[in-house]
């Protein structure tokens, strides 16, 4: 049985589930799971993902959390228990997720690796969070970094800025509105830091002055010289090269002879920690220096000199390295970084002091490199931050033993409680006698510690950290040297108790290098730690004596040496020295030392100790404390308990007296802590105050020399000591307190009230301060105050605001060092007195300020300063105190905001007097505080915003005073407190607020700011865009304050009392506040979405509401906002809300009603929604998805509630109807623009789309200026696209517009302000530029004549005689210039997918140069990514046209030129016909054979039919696209014998123009494309040549069954008769022109022509036995006799004859130049019609037989070759240029059938001998095509149908039908043949589609070179044939 769960309530998917059980839930790993209900180890629940679906699943498939519950029962909540941080790294994740995919497919591949490297660290840091076992600094160390990846992953990915607050989201409503805006600002800043440096971070986070401290750890891991063979001392320090000093002390490594360690425990524990180097030390020029010093024998190589059991400490060598070098990247890196230090030695001993300084500046003959580049190797790692941090962050470094390592001194921050006592001794140098030696010594220092008794002081002296001390120093020994130079630094850490009395000894000796090894004294030298006077041995050089000894001293008698002078000074001190004791000093010997003391108990200075020791001198008191001034703060620090002690003693000695001497010394301390240096000091001064502090006296007289100082402040001209009093009152205070508590309680509370007296008479004393007038202040110097508060950043930020001006005067620094301290005390204060008591006291204080803002803008800097700090003080905490105070503080601030004064600061005191507020907002005080804002700010908030806001626009601005960052800032800070004081305020404060209004003139006012603020905040984008917490509390607050505040707008202002510009102003906000892009709910992420709408929910249905409640509150008055009201409404609906939209309609309908009411229509709501709707569409409004967008039309137009059923029940329903049809229409136009002007479409899709549109603005919609807007848009993308012939043709239409009038036009879009005239003159003279461009001449030339009357009308003869020269260079152009005749395509869109301007219409296509059609194909697919290319020609059926997909269908057409006439006139060159056959065209067509009928296998042409559709456009093409759409179709079938005749037609004028060309020379040379074309005429040997003809109807049988054709049958034998003559003439031409070595061709042709001639001749003398009639027609073919008058012989032309040639044929309409380049479909291999012609004599390989040539007009919608374009050059028409090879042959099996020869004979007659060329049969060809191919199926067997020749060896699945042909392939067997199209004119791939036939002319084998250059043909017919 299935019950509630109570605790499991929540749980994770740890397995996925399929759901395959009955109501199972799918679930996946990861999801999160809210669980219902249970039973028998199942749960019952749904996903957090998908709320509403519920379903069951195993137990065991989840891991359950704990969870809060909610409001149990159906509707409860479950919030999982645990750490916030953790909830948003899961929900963060899982939103990166879906956009980290999304990086990859936007190629932004950098990011997508970075945010995969975030995430991966995201994943690792929660789950170290979630295994609980870090401790809580590792918890918060976590968090930092959690957060600061989140934060940049949403800063990079563009989502929201999270606030935080301790590493947690915070929430909006428990925090105010300013505290919220500050944390965004800390968030943004924190984001900033993380992206700029990380490593800064820390730095950052640290709100102290304190210098962060930097450590070098050093871990020296390996010394690879062996070949020393001794024990070695490794000393490694920090030395400051520019100082030439060693700025730490020394860590030192013992290593044995093997270089390993001496102490086996150190064992990878070679390591030193380099602490508290400040940031000026880091930029030192500061080098590691390592000195290898070795112990053992003398000289290393030499074992005579000295026995080996003596051991001597010698230098060896050195090695540095550069911290300049490393630093960088050890800087970076948080993991230690290896180095190799190389070790050199030194050339001479004694410059072994400065051998480290020699090998820094590279002075090689002072040391020796190593022959090895091994040495010391060290690793290293920069640390920052303090110990105890350091400490924390890196364990293992400490747990390795690390020694820690100190500066020599103390570092910039003294840390209390650092006690330190250490001296260090630098063992400079000496100089000795020889005495007596021919060789000078080898001295041996050795040092010792002793007490005053003589002991000598254990482990006193440390060589070195990392080792222990010792009690004996021995100095290494310089060979052979009398004036040895060590610098070698000694630790002497002696103990405190130990150092007065103490005093070192050196002792020297001669290290003798003989057998013994003897070390000899000679002599020593001592000098005490402590002077007589107490002070320790000065920081300096100090020249020591030596005095002489021998070996048998024995120094047991340390009183016989003290009491001689151990220097200069101390021989000074005692000059009667007897001469009679036992040591006498040796006058030539010195040694000289010096030392540095950093010692926190030991002082150097006299002054100091005299103040310690005062009553040993009682009289010099007075003096003692006057010079305590000038002891170091750094003595005084160490000593501050001591010293403070000694001067409350001194006090409590003589009040009267030293009571001011103590005051002045006891302000000069407390002001010493205020030193950044001694910052961190304050905390020891504290805890002396709380429990050191026993002066329970003193408070008397510290009150009274404060009093005393203040009341003589009016009359002291110099006022520095009573400054330095008045920034030292925050602890005198605390003296003054902590002295009354103390002596309270010792006495019960006696003299309370004379306490309290004292106080209030010392108020009355800093009221006076603070009112003295300032003006006389003016000389005297401005201070900042001391304290690091809100208040003087603030400060700082508002001095860049309003610059101080030089003749400003300056604040009294007296008061002002007063006001900065006085907040410090009311802690003090509250000990002794009550909340109400202290508040008191302040008010007073604070009320005593001048009120006037003109006293200067410093002081009133200082004096808000002040109150900043009052109000962020503990005592504003109380309400008790507020209700005394806030009167005060809020005067101030309305003071200063309404002499817009100081803005910054008033906000920050605003900001934190909100703060306080709301979360004190459940008490009952809060309410009249808010009361009092409220009646106080509320006004001059808003003015003061307007203000801000208005100046940030303006110009002054950005050049004036303010700086953008600072006005951006306070905008914000504004922004926030009024919307913090607007969120307080209640329905009881609104009330009230509008109650005190005493006029309607004043309500006015104030909503007209209120409105103007809520407007500015929505358009100025006041709070970035990803502050999205903030907009919506933003938008919360205000669509609140409207509900408030509309009750009054309606009440005051309707009826008679209306405003207009109170209500345009509301309506101007809601339609702003709705539209806000923070609101639009639907761009959000669902999660998102789902928290914000549970939050805030929908507020723009609230603010829709509010709206629309208001606008039927108007009445009559709507007609105030008709039209101006429509386009912003219009806005709102294009919301993507459907409630929203539901709410607007009837608004719609009420302006169209009331416009219909008061003018009788509604013409004005109508121009101004399209107006509108152009304008907001065509910009990109609306939603993202233009699907969604449409669905404004179901919604507004459409059904209920749509204004359509409102617009039916009017009076008026005609003209409504009408008007939202064509908005409906309009906005599917407008639709489909912004979609494609928004995507990345391509330029044909926006083209189309803006064509559409301008078409609709034209011809449904009147609007002119709008219609010229998009001619203008249209054409710039036609220019942008190249289209310049289409770019003319749109700017034609505005050109069409205007007249040749003087009517002044203004200034319009690019246009200036000009004459008629001459807009249209510029319009022109651009048509006919672009013109030009497009090489569209003949266009261009009307224009041109236009221009040239219009300049001859105004005798501007200079113009006219530029354009006549342009008109000029145009013909040349035509005559001169090559141009590309484009191919045409025509293209179906079917399915609704397509846009709506292209849904289910057909278009024909201009295409592009040289664009073939399987390039077209390819671009439309590629424009169309998700189109599918249907493969038939067929048109589309139902389920297409309304499939929810989209099919393209294209093929290629051909024009049907309009301009007959020129294509008729015989003499016009054909490159002038060749334009008019390509433009200014509408009619397209194409052919599709088919058979009707029984089909012939011997003849299948007597059954070709051809259907030609002719396709007519809406517009002619070119024009302004390249493309229109398909007005209508006709549909034609042409029977065979027409087929026939248009054919041999079209073969015959061809023929003409070419021999037409040979004969007036316009070709020249070659005439190969003549003897080409002949040869293929005449021997035309594709499916048998014209034979087919004959035999096809000139056959008995035909013409007794079709006796209809009779005419046709004669007019195809003219046809044929004609060919005769022309080929006749051809020959004669050809004659003429023959090279002699191509003679045998000619004769050839001659031979085959009369063969021809006979059978053609035998042929038409069959035809007229069964033709009545015929012979009439012809008798020269009747009777037996040869038909002579039906060929002529070879002679020239008679004119006569020339005029018969040139006989038309209205079928002769295209000529022969439309050539296609593709066929149907891919699979199309069964048409006939590509048309070859391949000749021995083109042959240099037999492949060569391969190259093919294209019928003519053949397409396909996936062909993949495409075929060259046509080219007009200055000899003929049309022609193609470029052949394919061989290779791109043999990959198409089809295409090789193609080329087999026919394997029947060819009949016997003269037209198809059986010759042989160079002896050899044609059937040697044939054999020679098996080679290559392969047996197969003869194409031309006439055994076969054409479909089956074109199948031949490709199987059932490639075949298509034979209905499927189309464009005019009829295959007739006439000659087409590859040498009259000519070689160049092939495709550049193989045409894949069409069988060919083939002729194979037979020229002489060694005549084959006539073939090698062709020159162009005229095309082949537009119709396939044999000819």
């Known amino acids: ?333 948080k993991e230690e970084k290896d180095f190799v230090l190389k070790v050199y030695t030194c050339n001479n001993e004694n410059e072994w002091y400065q051998i480290h300084e020699n090998i820094i500046r590279k002075s090689s003959t002072k040391y020796t490199a190593p022959s090895t580049n091994y040495g010391l190797i060290i690793s290293l790692q920069l640390l920052r931050g303090e110990m105890e941090q350091v400490r924390r962050e890196n364990p293992m470094i400490f747990n390795r033993g690390v020694a820690i390592t100190r500066k020599l001194g103390f570092p910039d921050v003294i840390m209390p409680g650092d006690i330190r006592n250490d001296l ?85 000796r001669h290290c003798s290098t003989k057998d013994k090894g003897e070390k000899k004294l000679f002599g020593f030298a001592f000098t005490p730690l402590m002077r007589e006077d107490g002070t320790t041995l000065s920081d300096e050089s100090h020249e020591l004596y030596v005095y002489k000894c021998d070996e048998n001293t024995t120094f047991s008698n340390h009183a016989l040496y003290l009491g001689l002078p151990c220097c200069k000074d101390d021989f000074n001190g005692c000059p009667n020295i007897p001469s009679s004791l036992i040591f006498q000093r040796s006058t030539k010997e010195t040694l000289w030392i010096s030392t540095q003391l950093s010692s926190t108990k030991l002082t150097q200075n006299v002054d100091l100790l005299a103040l310690l020791k005062w009553k040993a001198h009682p009289d010099r008191v007075m003096d003692i404390l006057g010079r305590l001034r000038h002891v170091c703060g750094e003595e005084i620090v160490k000593f501050l308990q001591d010293i403070l002690d000694t001067l409350f003693s001194i006090l409590d000695d003589n009040t009267d007296k030293y009571g001011p001497l103590v005051f002045q010394s006891l302000v000069f301390i407390i002001n010493l802590l205020r030193d950044s240096k001694f910052y961190h000091f304050r905390p020891v001064m504290d805890t002396y105050i709380q429990k050191h502090f026993a002066g329970a006296l003193a408070y008397k007289e510290l009150i009274r020399c404060l009093k005393w100082y203040m009341d003589r402040s009016a009359e002291v001209v110099r006022q520095d000591h009573i400054q330095e009093a008045m920034r030292a009152l925050e602890y005198l205070f605390k003296f003054i307190v902590q002295s009354r508590i103390l002596y309270s309680r010792a006495t019960c509370g006696m003299e309370e009230d004379q306490f309290r007296a004292s106080i209030q008479e010392l108020f009355q004393s800093i009221r006076f301060v603070l009112s003295l007038d300032s003006r006389s202040s003016e000389t005297l110097i401005f201070t900042q105050g001391p304290q690091p508060t809100t208040g003087q950043a603030t400060a700082n930020q508002g001095n860049c605001l309003q610059p101080l001006s030089c003749n400003a005067p300056r604040p009294s620094p007296l008061s002002a060092a007063l006001l900065n301290s006085f907040p ?255 609101l639009q709910l639907e761009t959000l992420t669902p999660a998102k979405r789902k928290k914000v709408f549970d939050k805030y929910g929908d507020m723009r249905v609230m603010m829709a509401y509010e709206l629309f409640s208001m606008w039927q509150n108007l009445g009559e008055n709507k007609i105030h906002f008709i039209p101006g009201m429509i386009g912003p409404f219009l806005g709102v609906t294009l919301v993507p809300q459907n409630e929203v939209r539901n709410i607007m309609i009837p608004i719609f309908h009420d302006m169209m009603d009331w416009e219909q009411r008061k003018n009788g229509n509604f013409k004005q709501v109508e121009a101004e929604l399209i107006d509108k709707l152009d304008s907001l569409v065509s910009e990109g409004k609306g939603d993202e998805n233009y699907r969604e967008l449409f669905s404004l039309l179901t919604q507004l137009f459409g059904p209920y509630p749509s204004l359509l059923e409102k617009i039916e029940q009017e009076t008026w329903r005609e003209t409504g109807i009408s008007f939202v049809t064509s908005v409906t229409r309009l906005m599917e136009r407008l639709l489909d623009y912004r979609d494609c002007m928004k995507g990345d479409e391509t330029e044909n899709k926006k083209i189309g789309c803006t064509v559409n549109l301008l078409n609709f603005y034209k011809s449904e919609i009147n609007k002119e200026e709008m219609y010229i807007r998009y001619i203008h848009k249209l054409c710039d993308m036609h220019l942008q696209a190249e289209n310049y012939t289409e770019a003319a043709f749109t700017l034609l239409l505005y050109w069409e517009l205007l007249h040749w009038e003087e009517r002044p036009l203004r200034e319009f879009l690019h246009y200036p302000a000009q004459s008629e005239w001459h807009r249209k003159e510029g319009l022109c003279r651009k048509v006919i530029h672009y013109f030009n461009k497009g090489k569209c001449w003949e266009f261009g030339i009307p224009l041109c004549r236009e221009l040239a009357f219009q300049y001859e009308s105004l005798y501007d003869y200079q113009s006219l005689s530029w354009i006549r020269k342009m008109e000029a260079a145009y013909y040349d152009n035509i005559m001169e210039q090559q141009r590309l005749e484009p191919e045409f395509f025509r293209v179906g869109f079917y399915g609704r997918k397509f846009p709506f301007f292209l849904r289910n219409k057909e278009f024909v296509c201009r295409g592009h140069d040289y664009e073939r059609l399987e390039a077209f194909q390819q671009r439309m697919l590629g424009e169309f990514p998700q189109a599918i290319a249907m493969q038939h020609p067929n048109q589309p059926d139902e389920g297409i046209l309304q499939g929810d997909a989209q099919y393209l269908q294209i093929y290629a057409v051909n024009p049907v030129p309009e301009n007959i006439d020129v294509l008729q006139m015989d003499r016009v060159p054909d490159r002038i016909k060749s334009f008019y056959r390509v433009n200014n065209v509408r009619r397209f067509r194409y052919d599709r054979p088919f058979h009707k009928g029984p089909k012939d296998r011997e003849n299948e042409f007597k059954s070709l039919w051809i259907e030609r559709t002719t396709l007519i456009l809406t517009h002619p093409l070119p024009g302004i696209s390249r493309w229109f759409e398909v007005d209508k179709r006709e549909l034609v079938e042409v029977s065979p014998l027409e087929n026939a005749i248009y054919v041999v037609e079209n073969k015959n004028q061809e023929l003409r123009t070419l021999i037409s060309q040979y004969q007036h020379k316009q070709l020249h040379g070659n005439i190969n494309l003549l003897s080409m074309c002949l040869n293929g005429v ?197 022609i193609r240029v470029g052949s394919p090879s061989l290779p791109d042959r043999y990959r198409h099996n089809r295409e090789l059938l193609m080329l087999l020869p026919p394997h029947r004979d060819r009949p016997s007659s003269a037209m198809y001998p ?113 000819l």
């Not at 440096?197 to 102290?208: A, F, K, L, M, P």
């Not at 001496?262 to 990878?268: A, H, Q, S, T, Y």
């Not at 060919?1619 to 061709?1641: F, N």
């Open 1 to 333: 049985m299935w019950t509630p769960t109570e605790d499991e309530k929540i749980g994770v998917v740890v397995c996925s589930f399929r759901g395959h059980v009955s109501h199972g839930l799918t679930l996946e790993l990861g999801e999160t799971v809210q669980i219902l209900e249970k039973c028998e180890g199942w749960y019952r629940g749904f996903s957090t993902k998908k709320p509403t679906i519920k379903g069951i699943f195993p137990a065991g498939y989840v891991h359950l959390k704990k969870a809060i519950v909610a409001n149990r029962g159906q509707y409860e909540t479950v919030v999982p228990l645990e750490d916030p941080i953790i909830t948003e790294v899961t929900s963060t994740l899982q939103e990166w997720s879906v956009l980290w995919k999304q990086l990859y497919v936007k190629h932004k591949v950098d990011l997508f690796y970075k945010l995969r490297h975030v995430m991966n660290e995201l994943i690792d840091l929660r789950r170290q969070l979630l295994s609980g076992h870090l401790t809580q600094d590792q918890v918060r160390e976590v968090k930092r970094h959690i957060t600061v990846r989140l934060d940049w992953g949403n800063e990079h990915l563009g989502l929201d800025l999270v606030p935080r607050k301790e590493f947690e989201m915070v929430d909006a409503d428990q925090i105010s509105v300013s505290d919220l805006y500050k944390m965004h600002l800390s968030s943004r800043h924190s984001v900033q830091q993380s992206t700029s440096q990380d490593g800064s971070r820390q730095r950052h986070g640290d709100s102290c002055r304190m210098p962060v401290p930097h450590h070098l750890f050093v871990n020296l891991k390996s010394f690879t010289y062996n070949t020393i063979g001794e024990d070695t001392d490794i000393f490694f320090s920090l030395y400051d090269l520019r100082e030439g000093k060693q700025i730490s002390e020394k860590f030192m490594v013992r290593l044995n002879k093997n270089g390993g360690p001496k102490n086996p425990e150190k064992v990878d524990r070679l390591c030193a920690l380099f602490t508290d180097l400040s940031n000026k030390d880091m930029k030192r020029d500061l080098y590691i220096v390592s000195q290898v010093i070795r112990t053992g024998r003398m000289l290393l190589n030499d074992s005579k000199k000295g026995p080996a059991h003596v051991q001597y400490r010698r230098p060896y060598g050195c090695a540095v390295l550069a911290m300049s070098d490393v630093l960088q990247t050890i800087s970076e890196l």
């Open 424 to 508: 260090y001794l630098t063992l400079e140098r000496g100089d000795f006698e020889r005495g007596g030696k021919s060789v000078q010594k080898n001295i041996e220092v050795t040092m010792y510690v002793l007490y005053a008794d003589g002991e000598i002081l254990k482990e006193c002296i440390s060589l070195g950290s990392g080792e222990h001390s010792i009690s004996e120093y021995r100095s290494f020994v310089l060979y052979h040297n009398n004036s040895p130079r060590w610098s070698e630094v000694i630790k002497l850490p002696i103990p405190i108790d130990r150092f007065r009395g103490s005093h070192l000894r050196f002792e020297f």
């Open 824 to 1078: 410090a005390i009311f802690d003090e204060l509250l000990q002794m007195f009550t909340v109400q008591e202290v508040a008191e006291f302040v008010r007073g204080t604070l009320g005593s300020m001048p009120s006037t803002v003109h006293i200067g803008q410093s002081m009133d800097v200082v004096k808000l300063q002040s109150i900043a700090r009052t109000v962020d003080s503990r005592l504003y905490s109380f309400p008790e105190s507020r209700r005394i105070l806030l009167p005060v503080v809020l005067h101030h601030i309305h003071l200063h905001l309404r002499q817009q004064k100081e803005l910054l600061i008033c906000s920050g005191i605003l900001s934190s007097i909100f703060s306080i507020i709301k979360s004190s907002s459940l008490e009952s005080s809060v309410q009249e505080e808010v009361e009092m804002m409220v009646e106080s700010l509320l006004d001059v908030l808003l003015q003061t915003l307007l203000a801000i806001m208005s100046k940030s626009q303006s110009q002054e601005a950005v050049r004036g005073q303010r700086c953008p960052q600072c006005t951006a800032e306070i905008t914000g800070e504004y922004v926030s407190c009024l919307l913090s004081l607007l969120r307080q305020m209640s329905d009881i404060h609104f009330q009230h607020l509008m109650d005190n209004f005493q006029s309607k003139e004043e309500l006015k006012e104030f909503l007209l700011k209120i409105f103007c603020v809520f407007r500015n905040l929505m358009k100025l984008s006041i709070f970035p865009r990803d502050w999205n917490v903030m907009r919506l509390l933003t938008s919360n607050i205000i669509v609140s304050t409207t509900q408030y505040l509309s009750p009054a707008l309606h009440k005051s202002f309707t009826d008679a009392d209306f405003d207009f510009k109170v209500w345009n102003s509301y309506f101007s906000l809601a339609v702003l506040f709705i539209n806000q892009p923070s």
């Open 1578 to 1774: 005449i021997d035309a040997a594709v499916n048998g040549g014209i034979a087919r003809y004959q035999e096809a109807f000139f056959d008995k049988e035909y013409i007794s069954s079709h006796p209809e054709d009779t005419e046709k049958i004669t007019q195809l034998k003219d046809l044929m008769q004609e060919q005769v003559h022309i080929l006749g003439v051809g020959l004669a031409v050809h004659e003429k022109l023959v090279h002699p070595e191509m003679r045998p061709l000619h004769k050839k042709l001659i031979d085959q022509f009369q063969m021809m001639r006979s059978s053609l001749c035998h042929c038409f003398y069959v035809a007229l036995q069964g033709l009545p009639g015929l012979d009439k027609l012809n008798p020269a073919c009747s009777g037996a006799s040869t038909p002579r008058g039906i060929l002529a012989t070879h002679s020239p032309m008679s004119p006569e004859s020339i005029k018969l040639m040139h006989r038309h044929s209205p079928l002769n309409v295209l000529g022969s130049v439309r050539h296609s380049s593709s066929s149907l479909s891919s699979h199309t291999s069964s048409e006939t019609g590509n048309l070859l012609i391949l000749t021995d004599s083109m042959m240099e390989h037999p492949e060569d037989l391969y190259r093919m040539q294209p019928s003519p007009s053949s397409s396909s919608l996936s062909s993949t070759h495409s075929a060259p374009s046509q080219m007009i050059n200055s000899g003929h028409g049309s």
């Open 1810 to 1922: 059986n010759i042989t060329e160079n002896g050899q049969p044609a059937n040697h060809q044939r054999a020679l095509y098996h080679q290559v191919i392969g047996p197969c199926k003869p194409c031309s067997d006439p055994n076969l149908s054409v479909a089956d020749k074109g199948m031949t060896g490709v199987d059932s699945s490639q075949q298509l039908e034979f209905g499927q042909w189309h464009q005019g392939h009829s295959a007739v067997p006439l000659c087409s043949c590859r040498e009259c199209d000519g070689p160049t004119r092939s495709p550049p791939h193989p045409p894949s589609r069409r069988p060919c036939t083939l002729y194979l002319p037979h020229p002489p084998v060694h005549n084959r070179a006539w073939m090698a250059v062709t020159p162009p043909c005229p095309a082949a017919p537009a119709v396939a044939s044999p």
